[in-house]
């Protein structure tokens, strides 16, 4: 028997969410409202002081009057004519002294220059500065103020430490992909060279400063950088071009220097930059604004590109699915020295990809790979990996292996065309 499902962790969650947002809203609501007491008053329109505790002093000064040692101003100013005040502890609302007779209490008026007085007729004047609701406003604008302060800055270096994170381990090996075999060896040769400069630069070989790996997408070109990476154990920062792009100008030409900034820390290190004609396609000068962030996001990338030494240390590996867009001074040879072409798979390297893609699938005995691998001609590896991962999830809601209507109901659902032919 099926249990029934319950959504009690999922309300759960939108009572949480909805607390927070009516906290924050709160937190808010009281922030503004201190900041306008706080303007208001030192304008002068209003006095918080006198609203929260105006008719509190009134209310001690009578107090004062009930005690034992309560002397009237009259008396005290008397025992001031006389220099036969002590001590003297001027508190807010009332002042305390001291004389031969004993202690005594007398209200305070609040006299600037009460303290000088006392002072010139010898006594000790001590100052008891109550907190009033003014300084309590103030200190709680001044902590909000130093939290805000506190918090900006902590974003910034959350920002720029979680931007353009440098991976030490991407988890996906050659293995993991089919075909390119040509492009593996010599990418592994320039890896080398890139971990080894010393060893090379004798021999007369220079590291190659920045390739580009161009074609239709959905051939793992990202997957080949990530692969790279992990088989030669060098630093791997990932990236695409909708990461420059900003509302703010010149921030798409601020973190391209970030980047090549952290990497430069980081060496030896790969560069992956997906989507590059986004950030590298040919430079307009009709004058937009737009166009203009641009050409600087490709001036900065040129400048940091033409800094590398023979020993940097530092590759960029760009993806793009329109190399003809690309700024010629961007791709020029001194830059992105190599170009490599990733077509969608051929007969062989189609025959691995469905060796890969179909582990752990419950395959139909009549199922004919061979079939299948000529079905999936002209088909890109992300396309025949989505077919078979689909027609796994048809073939299991009717609990049974694939079979070639299974491939054929997942290509239809995934708009693929496939090259078979069926039995009428």
Partial sequence: ????????????????????????????????T????????????ISIDSLFSGSGLSTETSKLATKENYKNYNAFLQALEDKSIVTANIKEDCIEFTTEEGIFVTDNPDSPNLKERLLQ????????????????????????????????IYKLISYSHNTFKVVHNT??????????????TDMLFLADILKKPSAYSGKGLRQVKGVILEGPPGNGKT?????????????????????????LMSMGAR????????ASRRKPCIIFIDEFDSIGERRNYAGTGIDKENNRIITTMLNEMDGFLPNNGLMVIAATNSYASL???????????????I???????????????????????????????????????AAIETILNQAQAISHQTESAITINHILVAAQKTGAKLNIKTRR
């Fill in 1 to 32: 028997m099926k249990e029934k499902p319950t959504n009690k962790p999922y309300h759960n969650s939108n009572t949480n969410s909805n607390f927070r947002r009516i906290l924050k809203v709160v937190l808010l609501v009281l922030v503004l």
């Fill in 34 to 45: 201190i900041v306008v007491a706080l303007a208001l008053d030192l304008a002068g329109i």
């Fill in 121 to 152: 007729a010898g006594a000790q004047v001590t100052t008891t500065e109550s907190t009033s609701i003014n300084t309590i406003l103030d200190i709680i604008f001044d902590a909000v103020f130093f939290i805000a302060i506190g918090f900006g």
């Fill in 171 to 184: 988890g996906v090996h050659f293995s993991d992909i089919a075909g390119m075999d040509n492009v593996k």
């Fill in 223 to 247: 997957l080949f950088a990530k692969a790279l990476a992990q088989e030669t154990h060098v630093n791997f920062i990932a990236t695409k071009g909708a990461d420059f792009q900003s509302a």
């Fill in 255 to 262: 973190k391209i220097k970030m980047l090549f900034s952290k």
């Fill in 327 to 341: 700024d010629p001074a961007l791709i020029r040879p001194g830059r992105f020295d190599l170009k490599y072409t």
């Fill in 343 to 381: 077509e969608n798979p051929d007969a062989s390297t189609r025959a691995q990809l469905i060796d890969i893609y179909t582990k752990g699938k419950n395959l139909s005995p009549d199922l004919d790979k061979q079939s299948l691998v000529t079905a999936f001609d002209g088909l890109s590896c």
